[in-house]
């Protein structure tokens, strides 16, 4: 299993992968053009110099990384840097205000959702895909981590502060009741346009979204219900980040009302725990008892991400010098003497 960046001879795989990715994720490209688009913009980000700290002037990068495994391309993950650089990026605050009447003595307590920009200069996390044949075996925690060696590696390229959007409850038909609820009485169109739209251009949220609170309570009891809850597909995903310290902080997505969860980058775990080592070539070094690594190789040029468990007794502190089997070393590009950025699995769920 590998991660690296999207190439443009993955084209082909990409586009017939995204064919399995459903309705709901509608920041996976579809078409040719689309994916070809995508990863053109993925290789500008990874190949200009200088930094790109958030400033007014930043702009949004779109790094699109792909899984690979027995030379298939069966997944996908990417990070978009300076959220709100080049159109605002709302979001529904959850919150509550307190209605009282002491002539009847009725005190209430009243749910509202307000349209917020409150992520802008984020960067955001986001298209995690992994072919639904291809599932298990860690292959989802892989690509949703790679994403942390990347800015571990250059923390000068990615904001701060990190978002991670959820998909959304629907039903097994992908209606989406928090959308039927709210966002169809306003825009007067299906859930995916209005998605695939926001994505494009965000001016017509701020045309039409109603600019007062929303009343939780006039909401149908169903729409109530999944505000802040994740899609049943998207779950697995959501404890993973958790794992690293992802927080739900009481916004949600304004179309499907799907949890937004933020974090500091520099303390996710993977990233808090990342250490450059200097390369040993060594086939005795993997087991199948001992620790298990996130190993990558740092360089903008030849980023990679894979993982090894070292063999029982084996350990690593900082320091130290870390141990690649010979194969895995060639995958990464690394010769001994080179530097590995490695990063500690501290118990993570194989199913995912």
């Known amino acids: 299993m590998l991660v690296r960046p999207a190439r443009l001879d993955d084209v082909k795989g990409l586009t017939e992968l995204s064919q399995k990715a459903g309705r709901g994720l509608t920041t996976m490209p579809k078409t040719a053009a689309e994916m070809t688009q995508r990863i053109e913009h993925s290789i500008a980000a990874l190949s200009r110099t200088g930094p790109n700290a958030p400033s007014e002037e930043a702009t949004t990068e ?30 529904y605050r959850i919150s509550q205000i307190t209605r009282e009447s002491p002539e009847l003595d009725i005190r209430s307590n009243v749910e509202i959702l307000s349209l917020v920009n409150d992520y802008h200069g984020y960067c955001e996390i986001g298209t995690l895909f992994l072919d639904p044949a291809w599932r298990g075996g860690g292959r989802g925690r892989l690509l949703s981590f790679a994403r942390f060696m990347l800015m571990a590696a250059h923390p000068d390229r990615f904001n701060p502060n990190v978002l991670a959007e959820i998909r959304g409850w629907s039903d097994s038909d992908e209606r989406f009741p928090f959308w039927e609820a709210i966002g169809q009485k306003f825009f007067k169109m299906g859930f995916v346009e209005a998605d695939k739209r926001s994505t494009e251009d965000t001016r017509f949220i701020a045309d039409l979204m109603p600019k007062h609170p929303i009343y939780v309570s006039l909401l149908s009891e169903e729409a109530q219900r999944i505000i ?23 916004c949600v997505d304004i179309l499907d009302a799907g949890p937004s969860i933020e974090a500091v980058v520099s303390e996710l775990e993977t990233v808090r725990g990342a250490l450059m080592a200097p390369v040993v070539v060594d086939d005795t070094a993997e087991g199948t008892d001992g620790e298990k690594w996130l190993v990558a190789n740092p360089t903008l040029e030849d980023f990679a991400c894979s993982e090894t468990r070292l063999a029982a007794g084996v350990e690593i502190n900082a320091g130290d010098n870390f141990p690649l089997s010979a194969a895995l070393a060639r995958s990464l590009n690394l010769e001994a003497g080179q530097h590995v950025l490695v990063s500690r699995l501290l118990g993570r769920n194989e199913k995912t």
């Open 228 to 250: 802040g809850h994740p899609h049943t597909l998207s779950r697995p995903a959501m404890e993973l980040l958790e794992s690293q310290g992802f927080r739900f902080r009481n």
């Open 62 to 91: 779109k790094y699109f990384l792909v899984l690979e495994e027995e030379k298939r391309v069966i997944g996908t993950a990417g990070i978009f840097t300076n959220l709100g650089s080049e159109r605002p990026f709302y979001s």
